[in-house]
């Protein structure tokens, strides 16, 4: 996937601030808060993110639990899921725990089980995908009623 999805991202986002980054320090934004992995966003404020970009390194669905109450009503969530990267060849050499893999149907599954709406696809190569879904503004009656608990 590269650098591909970074494209998409700034389309995004172009007028979101706060802007929320987890795992990519290669995306620059104005403005935009940084953390080096999905753990530290458990330190982070509540609500307060027009944006979010999480390069996937965790598992989908805790993470997501995570992020989704950072987000503003309104604000738009942006999945970068890589596969065959060099790094999870290197991270299996040292003996630490491979990235989990994802499929397009499952992120945008995972996205629509925390109440995010509209996934759709913004970027896509061989390495990867980048999927994109939105805080809803209004909570529906359905989502209130289909709400997954948390794991």
């Given amino acids: 996937m590269g650098l591909a999805w970074h494209a998409a991202a700034r389309e995004l986002f172009e007028s979101s601030e706060p802007l929320l980054v987890v795992s990519a320090r290669s995306f620059a934004h104005p403005g935009a808060?940084?953390?080096?992995?999905?753990?530290?966003?458990?330190?982070?404020?509540?609500?307060s993110y027009r944006g979010i970009v999480w390069?996937?390194?965790?598992?989908l669905e805790p993470g997501l639990a995570?992020?989704?109450?950072?987000?503003?009503p309104g604000a738009a969530l942006l999945l970068v899921v890589e596969g065959g990267r060099p790094e999870a060849l290197l991270r299996s050499l040292l003996g630490r725990?491979?990235?989990?893999?994802?499929e397009l149907e499952d992120a945008c599954?995972?996205?629509?089980?925390?109440?995010?709406s509209e996934p759709r696809l913004v970027a896509a190569s061989k390495a990867g995908f980048a999927a994109a879904a939105n805080n809803p503004t209004q909570r529906s009656t359905?989502?209130?009623?289909?709400e997954q608990p948390p794991h």
């Fill in 33 to 47: 808060t940084h953390l080096e992995d999905i753990a530290a966003a458990r330190a982070t404020a509540h609500g």
């Fill in 55 to 59: 390069r996937v390194r965790a598992a």
């Fill in 66 to 72: 995570l992020l989704k109450p950072l987000l503003l």
């Fill in 97 to 102: 725990p491979a990235w989990p893999s994802c």
């Fill in 109 to 116: 599954e995972a996205l629509l089980l925390k109440g995010l």
């Fill in 142 to 146: 359905l989502d209130a009623f289909f």
